[in-house]
Antibody
Framework: QVQLQESGPGLVKPSQTLSLTCTVS??????????WSWIRQHPGKGLEWIGY???????YYNPSLKSRVTISLDTSKNQFSLKLSSVTAADTAVYYC???????????WGQGTLVTVSS | QSVLTQPPSASGTPGQRVTISCSGS????????INWYQHLPGTAPRLLIY???QRPSGVPDRISGSKSGTSASLAISGLQSEDEAEYYC???????????FGGGTKLTVL
């Protein structure tokens, strides 16, 4: 049973870079045709797809965030990471990591982590 | 403004049947599968329907999905209090080259 767990700072200052890591347990991040995803939910709002990285390393990003987002894999640690640069208060959200089987089919989610952008 | 359009709210009494709609375009629903998620506060979203109308293991058969053209629907029959949650549709969008979610529908069991 694959499980995901997000980790990273819960508070980030404006203009800095938000960095989160998702640790994958119960399976290898480099096996199978999965897209390792980041999704967020602003307070009181709906789900927003940030982007994902295919197990081969190809990345796909939300066009509205593309200039600020980097998603990477660390197969040696069985982790994948999110970096979001130049954050503002509008980036305050619960961030989820997830495993997408393709075409938005997500069976496995992390529990989510709240990141607040504030000075 | 979400690419996929859902009604912000829906409601029903226990035992009733409710449907939630999701409207898109040819770049998403019209040419790709639709998936539905249930989201309870403080928890991770749960996949309810994939590939337009398939249920993952553990999802009861009183929950169903359908699609026609550029629109899709989620139906919940025999409504129960535990069904009170936010529901999202999601699909791949070929124009945006990314995943798009609907704005979410809050289902209230009266």
């Amino acid at each position: 049973q694959v499980q995901l767990q997000e980790s990273g700072p819960g508070l980030v200052k404006p203009s800095q870079t938000l960095s989160l890591t998702c640790t994958v347990s119960g399976g290898s991040i480099s096996s199978g045709s999965y897209y390792w995803s980041w999704i967020r939910q602003h307070p009181g709002k709906g789900l927003e797809w940030i982007g994902y990285i295919y197990y081969s390393g190809n990345t796909y990003y939300n066009p509205s965030l593309k200039s600020r987002v980097t998603i990477s894999l660390d197969t040696s640690k069985n982790q994948f990471s999110l970096k979001l640069s130049s954050v503002t208060a509008a980036d305050t959200a619960v961030y989820y990591c997830a495993r997408d089987g393709g075409v938005a089919t997500i069976l496995v989610w992390g529990q989510g982590t709240l990141v607040t952008v504030s000075s | 403004q979400s690419v996929l359009t859902q009604p912000p709210s829906a409601s029903g009494t226990p035992g009733q049947r409710v449907t939630i709609s999701c409207s898109g375009s040819s770049s998403n629903i019209g040419n790709n599968i639709i998936n539905w998620y249930q989201h309870l506060p403080g928890t991770a979203p749960r996949l309810l329907i994939y590939n337009d109308n398939q249920r993952p293991s553990g999802v009861p058969d009183r929950i169903s999905g359908s699609k026609s053209g550029t629109s899709a629907s989620l139906a919940i029959s025999g409504l129960q209090s535990e069904d009170e949650a936010e529901y999202y549709c999601a699909a791949w969008d070929e124009s945006l080259n990314g995943v798009v979610f609907g704005g979410g529908t809050k289902l209230t069991v009266l």
